[in-house]
């Protein structure tokens, strides 16, 4: 099964807003957090308004299929702001696949694809925040992401491009 990939537009706003959903893993037996959350501030940040100057990002498709499965996107978010903040020039990652897609390699295809995106958009390093119980962390450091702090107990992670 292959992916293809097509740029994450302001038109895929509500698309995004699902994906920031599934994005926002807990431990299990916690399943997704109620969708309210999605309205905090600390929250929107991350999808608000997609498509402003800097905003990159992915959507995946199984290959020949319309239905997206999956979203990787990156955001400047205003000084201080935001889990892995670390200078007004490192965009944050989000990255999410639907439920019936996880845990299948599709991930990090999704995640190395939009990082090429953004190494081809001149940035030069990327932040994270992730669970330590996420089994996704593991993921993230074979796409070359570094443990650099814990913020609030989660991981910061950077990678350089």
């Not at 399943?31 to 990159?56: F, K």
């Not at 962390?137 to 950077?158: D, E, H, K, P, W």
């Amino acid at each position: 099964m292959s992916l293809s990939f097509s740029p994450l537009l302001p038109q895929h706003q509500d698309l995004l807003w699902n994906f920031l959903h599934i994005a926002l893993w807990d431990p299990p037996p916690a399943g997704l957090r109620a969708i309210e959350t999605l309205q905090l501030p600390t929250v929107r940040i991350y999808a608000e308004n997609w498509g402003r100057d800097g905003d990159l990002g992915v959507i995946a498709r199984i290959s020949g299929e319309d239905t997206p499965i999956g979203a990787c996107w990156m955001r400047l978010v205003p000084d201080g702001m935001g889990l892995a903040y670390v200078d007004e020039h490192t965009p944050q990652l989000g990255i999410a696949l639907s439920p019936a897609y996880q845990h299948q390699g599709h991930g990090k295809t999704m995640m190395l694809v939009a990082l090429e995106m953004a190494h081809e958009h001149g940035v030069q390093q990327v932040s994270l925040t992730v669970h330590p119980q996420n089994p996704a962390a593991g993921m993230y450091a074979s796409c070359g992401f570094v443990q650099t702090a814990i913020r609030n107990s989660y991981l910061l992670m950077q990678v350089a491009l």
